[in-house]
T-cell receptor, first 111, second 117 residues
Framework: QKEVEQDPGPLSVPEGAIVSLNCTYS??????FMWYRQYSRKGPELLMY????GNKEDGRFTAQVDKSSKYISLFIRDSQPSDSATYLC???????????FGRGTSLIVHP | SAVISQKPSRDICQRGTSLTIQCQVD?????MFWYRQQPGQSLTLIAT?????????ESGFVIDKFPISRPNLTFSTLTVSNMSPEDSSIYLC??????????????FGPGTRLTVL
């Protein structure tokens, strides 16, 4: 079993839909949770960064962490075609500067 | 944030040859990292490159295959040596701003897309 599991998709949704992207993990030492967005032929860019359990909101994006279930989510409201990209979850333990990445989920938002 | 550039952006190479990838950062950083991203796979860390010391390689990666240089705090190179088709991948340079604490965030370059024939 991999430390971080992420469904590669693709996930195809109509414009305006609410998108839910998820990752599960097995290492209970993970305390810092990140979501990166990667457009085609570009490097990953940091989208959300959260610590421990709870929710964090930034515009149309909400990151949710449930440490008891070892489950993290990224919600995108009012999705736009420009949101079409691969979304990678990443997480790291306290005292570590190297995150463990998921495989990424390919999201397609069609007009 | 950090502005990171990589050269070349892509290349097609013959097996048995070597390719050196350059990474330039817009300001000084302590830690630089090299990752590999294969289709459908997660980002895999190759090595950590700190200025003034030898690179630290992850399990499965060796210096003879992936020699790294870090001559100063804004620049690093990764060489993919004696290439085979299995080395076809995207190679990403990454930096961390800060002191290597858990709260520091990682920034990535645009990547180098390598195809080995």
């Amino acid at each position: 079993q991999k430390e971080v599991e992420q469904d590669p998709g693709p996930l195809s949704v109509p414009e305006g839909a609410i998108v839910s992207l998820n990752c599960t993990y097995s290492n209970s030492a993970f305390q810092y949770f990140m979501w990166y967005r990667q457009y085609s032929r570009k490097g990953p860019e940091l989208l959300m960064y959260t610590y421990s359990s709870g929710n964090k909101e930034d515009g149309r994006f909400t990151a949710q962490v449930d440490k008891s279930s070892k489950y993290i989510s990224l919600f995108i409201r009012d999705s736009q075609p420009s949101d079409s990209a691969t979304y990678l979850c990443a997480m790291k333990a306290g005292g570590s500067y190297i995150p463990t990445f998921g495989r990424g989920t390919s999201l397609i938002v069609h007009p | 944030s950090a502005v990171i550039s990589q050269k070349p952006s892509r290349d097609i190479c013959q097996r048995g040859t070597s390719l050196t990838i350059q990474c330039q950062v817009d300001s000084q950083v302590t830690m630089m990292f090299w990752y590999r991203q294969q289709p459908g796979q997660s980002l895999t860390l190759i090595a950590t490159a700190n200025q003034g010391s030898e690179a630290t390689y992850e399990s499965g990666f060796v210096i003879d295959k992936f020699p790294i240089s870090r001559p100063n705090l804004t620049f690093s190179t990764l060489t993919v040596s004696n290439m085979s088709p299995e080395d076809s991948s995207i190679y990403l340079c990454s930096v961390v701003r800060g002191d290597g604490l858990s709260t520091d965030t990682q920034y990535f370059g645009p990547g180098t897309r390598l195809t080995v024939l």
